[in-house]
């Protein structure tokens, strides 16, 4: 049992030899190779085969289980304005368009405009940046209407 743990122990700690000389220590780091890798063996492998063959289906099941649960997220039409504007100056965040693109609206129209927007091609050529404009204006166009309204 004590050479099992021993074993196992040192299958999770990764020594490196620094090499200088016989008295100097070894490092010791945690390893970090993934858990299906031509450097693991083929147990270690065949366990990542099996491990994700699993998960990945019960992952599926569940997202799909959990879609008509999700709520689509509110935003104003001044939000889907500073999105869209944000877009086209480019001053906008490294995931500011996808997280507007993938993320339902409550909002039906404003619902309409973000899935317009995702429907243009990127990069987006001439007319697809007439589009977001003509978007931009018409979110805009609610904004202020929201509010006067207000």
């Not at 200088?20 to 070894?26: F, H, I, T, Y």
């Not at 099996?50 to 289906?57: N, Q, Y």
């Not at 309409?112 to 589009?131: C, F, K, N, Y």
Request: proline share 6%.
């Amino acid at each position: 049992m004590r050479g099992l743990r021993a074993r196992a122990r040192a299958s999770y700690w990764a020594v490196k030899d620094i090499g200088a000389g016989p008295r100097e220590p070894l490092t010791v780091a945690p390893m970090g190779r993934s858990l299906i890798d031509p450097g693991n063996s083929l147990w270690r492998n065949m366990v990542g085969v099996v491990a994700a063959a699993i998960l990945i289906p019960i992952a599926l099941v569940v997202k799909l289980i959990s879609l008509p649960f999700e709520r689509p997220h509110k935003r104003t039409a001044g939000e889907v304005a500073r999105y869209l504007r944000c877009f086209l100056d480019d001053s906008g965040g490294e995931w500011d368009w996808d997280d507007f693109t993938s993320i339902s609206l409550a909002d039906p129209s404003l619902e309409s405009i973000r899935q317009r927007a995702a429907s243009v091609e990127l990069p987006v050529s001439d007319e697809g940046r007439r589009t977001l404009l003509a978007l931009l204006s018409e979110a805009e166009g609610r904004a202020a209407s929201e509010s006067e309204g207000a």
